[in-house]
């Protein structure tokens, strides 16, 4: 039977974070973003002082640069780690938002820690708290939920045993992966309660690569084979897959252009002959003639969002067809597309066996070397 030991909740959530680790046995949440104030002083504060290297904290000076921070820290690590933000309550909450719905849009992870009310209301009205005449449960943080993938409001110490897992369990998602807001009540944080030894045990979360259906896997294969021109769109899947190999391969061994989304930036070298650069409304001249003449639209990892698409105006051939491979199924069903729900790398070597010796026509590389001279 396992022993308990006694710590407050903040205390808890902290220990907790600082053993979950990567498979590359490292700390998945780097380091804690902080500034403190009015609803996280005294008890998250108090915690992450207590925990130290174990840890770390960084004092930002504005809350939506500290978020900031931590999704440029998370896409630069390919979802592979994350950090965590807290504040007060009030305005020091709400100046994160932004920051929120971007890691949303951008589908990255971030743990974000906004200080909250009191749990038991006795204190109400606490500093800079909102007050809804209609709905006495909502405070400030409520304007996280809509820009969050997972939102909690932790209310007794005890909710962490099961919170904290399902927040872990989002950032580590590669279909479902986004932002976690815990809005932390303040008078909870400095709440002890008897924790089982066990929950503080070194865990390792693994990322998935989920395996196409081959019934999808086929479907792709006859439309490529059908083709005339296809073009590969590859956006930020392909780097969060570590499949940059993987592309590069697939389009020498079958003669296809790539075209790169500003995510996708970075997956191949510009120096290789059949990048073509970027489509869209900032894409480059050569990249564009070739989405224009595409009757096949390979993304790789992309949502096909206005910028790459120019609002569809771009991809202008009317007979095209679009294939999607996605680990998320929202996203490779959009714009009517052929989906193929799998990992970018895993996919894309299932495409290139059935594919076998299959080539497409040399492109328009006279329009790339004028671009790229």
């Known amino acids: 039977m396992t022993g308990t030991i006694r710590l407050t909740a903040a205390q808890a959530m902290f220990r907790w974070l600082a053993v979950q680790m990567t498979e590359e046995g490292e700390r998945f949440i ?59 309550i009030g305005p020091g909450a709400t100046n994160m938002v932004t920051a929120a719905a971007l890691a949303h849009v951008n589908r990255l992870p971030v743990l974000f820690i906004p200080g909250d009310v009191f749990a038991n209301r006795r204190p109400d009205p606490v500093l800079q708290q909102i007050e809804d005449f209609d709905d006495g449960t909502v405070t ?98 392909v780097l969060y897959s570590g499949a940059e190999a993987d592309l590069l391969a697939f389009a020498k061994a079958h003669n296809i252009p790539i075209v790169e989304t500003q995510a996708g930036k970075g997956a191949i070298d510009w120096q290789e002959r059949l990048n073509f650069g970027s489509p869209g409304v900032t894409g480059t001249d050569c990249g564009n003639k ?25 991809f202008s051939n009317p007979s095209r067809k679009l294939v999607s491979i996605n680990l998320a199924g929202y996203d490779a069903a959009k714009h009517g597309a052929i989906p193929l729900v799998s990992d970018a790398k895993v996919a894309l070597g299932r495409i290139s066996t059935a594919l076998g010796s299959h080539r497409f026509a040399d492109q328009d590389f006279a329009a790339r070397g004028a671009w790229f001279k």
Request: hydrophobic share 40%; aromatic share 8%; with cysteine.
């Open 290 to 314: 070739t989405a224009a003449r595409a009757d096949l639209i390979l993304g790789v990892g992309t949502r096909f969002q206005d910028f790459t698409t120019g609002s569809w105006a771009i």
């Open 30 to 88: 780097e380091g804690v973003w902080a500034i403190f104030g009015h609803g996280n002083v005294a008890g998250i504060g108090e915690a992450l002082h207590g925990i130290g290297d174990k840890l770390p904290t960084w004092r930002g000076q504005n809350e939506q640069t500290m978020a900031h921070a931590a999704i440029a820290y998370a896409k630069t690590k390919r979802r592979r780690k994350a950090m965590a933000i807290t504040s007060s």
């Open 140 to 237: 400030v943080t409520d304007c996280f939920r809509p820009v969050s993938r997972y939102f909690d409001r932790i209310t007794r110490p005890e909710h962490l045993l099961t919170v904290l897992p399902r927040a872990m369990q989002v950032m580590t998602d590669p279909a479902n992966c986004g932002p976690v807001t815990l809005a932390f009540c303040q008078d909870v944080q400095a709440e002890a309660y008897d924790w089982p030894e066990s929950f503080f045990e070194s865990k390792t979360w693994r990322i998935r690569r989920p395996e196409p259906d081959p019934r999808e896997v086929d479907d792709v294969v006859a439309v490529l084979k059908a083709s005339s021109h296809p073009v590969i769109v590859a956006g930020g899947g």
